[in-house]
Nanobody, 126 residues
């Protein structure tokens, strides 16, 4: 089982980035993919999630209207399109997968996820 996050980089305020999360080795499948981030000195926070069974999505209030999560099942890849980036979006972004049923209220809770990728760094300069 492997989750490979990519697409991070150094950009200016107002720019866009698209992160990718490639999931492999999930012979029994997964129920949801979530994106989380952790800034220096801060706790990890849930950013967005997409649930497999119904395609439901959820976003943190801080990114609503700016970030969009999507999936390409044929490529086993989940994307996080990040627009209008702000310095406060600077963090290491991780993708995670859940193997159990996930309810809407838990979609941004890290405890609901069983597998984690290595993270990709996003730096937004002011």
């Amino acid at each position: 089982v492997q989750l490979q996050a990519s697409g991070g980089g150094l950009v200016q305020t107002g720019s866009s980035l698209r992160l990718s999360c490639l999931a492999s080795g999930f012979t029994l499948g997964y129920t949801a993919i979530g994106w989380f981030r952790q800034a220096p000195g801060k706790e990890r926070e849930g950013v967005s999630c997409i649930r497999n069974r119904d395609g439901s999505t959820k976003y943190a209030e801080s990114v609503k209207g700016r970030f969009t999560i999507s999936r390409d099942n044929a490529k086993n890849t989940v994307y996080l399109q990040m627009n209008s980036l702000k310095p406060e979006d600077t963090a290491v972004y991780f993708c995670a997968a859940s193997r159990s049923g996930i309810i809407t209220s838990s979609m941004l809770d890290s405890y609901a996820y069983n597998y984690w990728g290595q993270g990709t760094l996003v730096t937004v300069s002011s």
